[in-house]
Each structure stands twice: as structure tokens, then as C-alpha cells.
């Protein structure tokens, strides 16, 4: 848990530090409501509203979800990455005891998550981090599911992504995430060296600028083959690990016309 005091008053964010620490120490009775599931999860009530609004509306909860972050991430670089901000809360995202490469973190104010934003696809180290609008109920999604793999998994949980990878229907074409923007054709063949994949199944997405996106389209020979190229989920290429998702023809028709 992470926290960085001498903030001012930021909403139901102000004690999030905290009541996350509480959360993770007291274990189960915190735990979120999976689907299906009878377990319930009851967050600790927010401090009194702060004394500005959104047009009548309570502000929204100023929390961002970060991709793409290297394996040895501390909190500290986080919030190193997000200077300038008040950084409330960095939760680490792991499963099965490994970190993911993702996190959420809690800022001081929601105008901050704007800020926050802008810091897309920057560096920490020579890994681009990429920056999402997130939810308060993602933020408690993700603390609950941090208890349940701490205690080895003694409450059902909704169907990981991983499951739902499994189960996607394959057609032939794998989508990669989180290629180096230096990434070449021959680097992803060589990623997949298993398989015969001749240059002009490899499509490289960029934007209308010509930059690339990191990210591209491959076309295998069959649907099985696709389905046994995900064994290469989160294996690496240079200092990236690459995630995979199955997808279509449609799909990549689209995207390499967008970049067009």
C-alpha cells in the first residue's frame, strides 16, 4: 500500500490509503461481491462531501488503471511517473502471486485524473505505460481480488481474463498488445518461430500519422494453430511482454484501415 500525505480535501480519495490497508489486513469479511457469488462486500462509508460539486453531482472518484508497467515496478516509480499529482493509493495488480503489469491508483482530486491522462504512453524505464479512466468499483474489484490471492483463492471469483481467453472462439487471427514501437515484421515471425507465417500475414497497425500504435494482426494457416500460438501470452519481445488476443478477419480489416 502506498500513501503520500499532505493533501488537501479530495472527496471519498481522502482516507483511501488507508482504508485499503484496513481492507487487506481484515482479510475476508472485505471482500467484493463476485457474479454469482454470496459474499458480500460493504466499503467503508466516504468522509462528509467535500464543499464544491459537479454541477449537483457528486465528483467522480479520481482513480486511473496503468498498463503495461515493467515487472519490477515499485510503488515509488509510480507515483515517480505521476509527479506532480497526489497520489493517494497505488494498488499492484497480481495474480497467482505475479504481478500483472498493471495497477490503479488513487489520486487527490478527480480534475487530476485528467492530468493523470496525459501521461499516456510515456516511459518508466523502456516500458510505455499506458493510462485509463477507471471506476470506484473496478479500484474495489481489484483490492478484493489482491485479499482472495493473498489467502489462496478461499472465495469464487467471477471468470479470470485468462479463462475468458481460453474459451474465446479462434479464427485464425491473433491480436498482439504491447509490441515495441521499434517492433518489426521478422521480430513478431521470430516471436512465433513455432509456426510458418510468411510476411504478409503480419500486419503492422499504425495511426493516420504513420506512428505505430503498438499493436498488430497476424494471420495463422488454421484456427488451431492460432489457439496454440497463445501459449506465447506475456512472453516477451525485447523488454515488452506481449499480450494476445484472439480475433478476426473483420477486426483486422478494420484497424489497418483506420491507420490508412
Known amino acids: 500500500m502506498y500513501y503520500r500525505g499532505n493533501y488537501m480535501d479530495s472527496g471519498d480519495a481522502r482516507e483511501m490509503g488507508f482504508k485499503r490497508q484496513r481492507i487487506m489486513d481484515q482479510g475476508s469479511s472485505y471482500y467484493a461481491t463476485p457474479p454469482g457469488s454470496s459474499y458480500m462486500y460493504n466499503p467503508p462509508p466516504p468522509p462528509p462531501p467535500p464543499a464544491y460539486s459537479y454541477h449537483g453531482q457528486p465528483p467522480p472518484f479520481p482513480v ?12 515509488t516509480e509510480i507515483a515517480d511517473f505521476l ?70 483463492g478461499s472465495v469464487p471469483r467471477a471468470r479470470s481474463a485468462d479463462e475468458s481467453k481460453d474459451l474465446a472462439e479462434h479464427t485464425g487471427v491473433l491480436w ?6 521499434s517492433a518489426s515484421k521478422e521480430d513478431i515471425i521470430d516471436f512465433f518461430k513455432d509456426f510458418e507465417l510468411p510476411e504478409k500475414s503480419i500486419h503492422i497497425t499504425a495511426t493516420f500519422e504513420g506512428r505505430p500504435t503498438g499493436e498488430a494482426f497476424v494471420e ?14 506475456r512472453m516477451t519481445i525485447g ?22
Do not use: W
Not at 132 to 150: C, G, L
Not at 176 to 181: E, K, S, Y
Not at 239 to 260: D, K, Q
Open 64 to 75: 486511473v488503471r496503468l498498463r503495461g508497467l515493467p515487472f519490477d515496478c515499485s510503488e
Open 83 to 152: 509527479h506532480g499529482l497526489d497520489v493517494v493509493d497505488v494498488l499492484l495488480v497480481h495474480k497467482g502471486g505475479r504481478f500483472t503489469g498493471e495497477a490503479y491508483c488513487v489520486l487527490g482530486y478527480p480534475l487530476q485524473v485528467d492530468f493523470a491522462l496525459q501521461r499516456n504512453r510515456q516511459n518508466i524505464g523502456r516500458r510505455y505505460v499506458e493510462v485509463f479512466r477507471s471506476k470506484k468499483e473496478e479500484y474495489y474489484k481489484a483490492i478484493a481480488n489482491e485479499v482472495y490471492d493473498s489467502r489462496g
Open 176 to 181: 498482439l498488445r504491447g509490441l515495441p514501437f
Open 239 to 260: 523488454n515488452r511482454y506481449i499480450e494476445l488476443f484472439a480475433s478476426s478477419s473483420e477486426e483486422l480489416e478494420e484497424a489497418v484501415s483506420r491507420g490508412r
Open 220 to 233: 495463422f494457416a488454421s484456427a488451431d494453430d492460432s489457439r496454440a500460438a497463445m501459449a506465447k501470452d
